[in-house]
């Protein structure tokens, strides 16, 4: 198990196609290790992607996009227009195939053309599969998805992003401040944190990483945050107007 995981929960944009088009002209410029050597609508995805062909993938757009590289190097989807739920776009790739700061960097910059609610970053190994409860390694693993948020959130990845619903919570009593690596506003309202300096101490030293997570979410709050067992709702949780 050494893939790393990109989820983005967004609001559904009005033009679809022009989002669709965005994204992935950011991704052949910011992060092409993630991006498509196929592409598709629907399984199986035999279509060779061409940077060329994006206006035309683009106006074709119907909801829902796949990607993948070969030999299982990297696998993506995008969908738009599910009534009462997040637009999602989720990647799942190789970690000795495509580099972290890419995946962050493309986060921050989708940030700043959609109105993201939730997304992050995160590479799992077998010892958070062994410790943590399983409806939460699920959430980081498959992708958070708007039922998850709507108890609370699942649990901090190596670099999260929280949107506008998440500020009017943390930001509620001053400034956030807590011991991550890092964090940053890639716009006026998002926040971002990074635990570590790399995503790989998720694997290379799980016991600090999560003893910082840990610590890390009691100064954020942990009344955001699912309960152990996953199913006891937070006692802050964003209300969602989608």
């Not at 964090?183 to 971002?192: E, F, G, I, N, Q």
């Not at 709050?221 to 006692?235: R, V």
Request: neutral net charge.
């Amino acid at each position: 198990m050494n893939y790393l995981h990109l989820n983005i929960l967004y609001r559904n944009p009005i033009q679809q196609q022009a989002a669709i088009k965005g994204l992935l002209e950011a991704i052949v410029r910011i992060a092409p290790s993630i991006g498509p050597e196929r592409i598709g609508a629907y399984e199986p995805v035999r279509t060779t992607f061409r940077s060329e062909d994006i206006e035309r993938i683009a106006e074709g757009f119907d909801g829902s996009l796949l990607w993948n590289k070969s030999q299982g190097a990297v696998a993506g989807h995008v969908m738009m227009g599910i009534p009462k739920r997040h637009a999602f776009l989720g990647i799942t790739a190789n970690a000795g195939a495509v580099r972290a700061a890419e995946m962050k960097n493309f986060l921050c910059t989708v940030a700043g053309m959609l109105d993201v609610d939730f997304g992050y970053v995160h590479q799992l190994c077998d010892l958070e599969f062994a410790h943590t409860p399983r409806k939460t390694f699920a959430a980081l693993d498959q992708g958070a998805t708007t039922d998850d948020l709507r108890i609370g959130i699942p649990n901090l990845a190596w670099f999260t992003l929280f949107g506008r619903p998440y500020l009017q919570i943390f930001e509620a009593t001053g400034p956030i401040r807590t011991d991550a690596f890092a964090s940053c506003r890639p716009t006026a309202s998002t926040y971002a944190l990074q635990i570590t300096e790399h995503a790989s101490a998720v694997r290379s030293d799980f016991t600090s990483f999560q003893q910082l997570r840990e610590r890390v979410i009691g100064q954020l709050g942990n009344s955001a945050f699912w309960s152990d067992d996953g199913k006891t709702p937070a006692a802050q949780v964003p209300r969602f107007d989608l």
